[in-house]
């Protein structure tokens, strides 16, 4: 008769799993705030571009511009606000911080800076990247296009390496 014996899943301790809970929740905070002060930008501009039509060209195409600009930063701010919920209830689970492609661990450094994500970094190394649209795909029809890929910005995150951004 054989025996079914089951690796018990590995996962982050409770103690881990607080600190970051603390750490999200401090995060989303913060971006709650940010995504009312941006809401509260965007509602000032379009306010003002009602009230003023001056008929100039170069002032309505700003203030259409300003409010693309900050309709896409609104976008962006939800959507970072719910994974950041998201990983809550992954931590009420107990299931924070496992890769949805390896079912391993997620280095605990990826996850205080992006402690959002879902991937590890070979996970996401691992995945097919979709195929990106080139300059000369808007006058082809047949081209590929995609909104899933994004390349992170690093700018300012000194010499980490891009894996450790996004999801």
Not at 78 to 91: H, S, V
Request: net charge negative; proline share 4%; with cysteine.
């Amino acid at each position: 008769m054989a025996t079914n014996i089951h690796k018990p899943v590995e996962r982050y301790s409770d103690e881990d799993l607080a600190e970051f809970k603390t750490l999200i929740e401090d995060k989303l905070a913060k971006a709650e705030e940010e995504l009312v002060s941006r809401r509260a930008q965007l509602l000032e501009i379009s306010e003002n571009a009602h009230g003023q039509q001056s008929g100039d060209w170069t002032d309505e195409s700003t203030n259409h511009s300003e409010m693309e600009l900050l309709n896409n930063i609104v976008a962006r701010q939800q959507t970072f606000i719910q994974n950041l919920r998201n990983a809550l209830l992954r931590i009420q689970n107990k299931t924070y911080g496992i890769c949805s492609i390896t079912g391993q661990l997620i280095d605990k450094k990826r996850l205080l800076l992006v402690p959002h994500a879902t991937k590890s970094v070979e996970g996401k190394m691992n995945r097919p990247m979709p195929m990106l649209a080139s300059p000369t795909s808007a006058r082809n029809p047949n081209a590929v296009h995609s909104d899933e890929w994004r390349e992170a910005d690093t700018s300012d995150k000194g010499s980490i390496p891009k894996e450790f951004f996004g999801e």
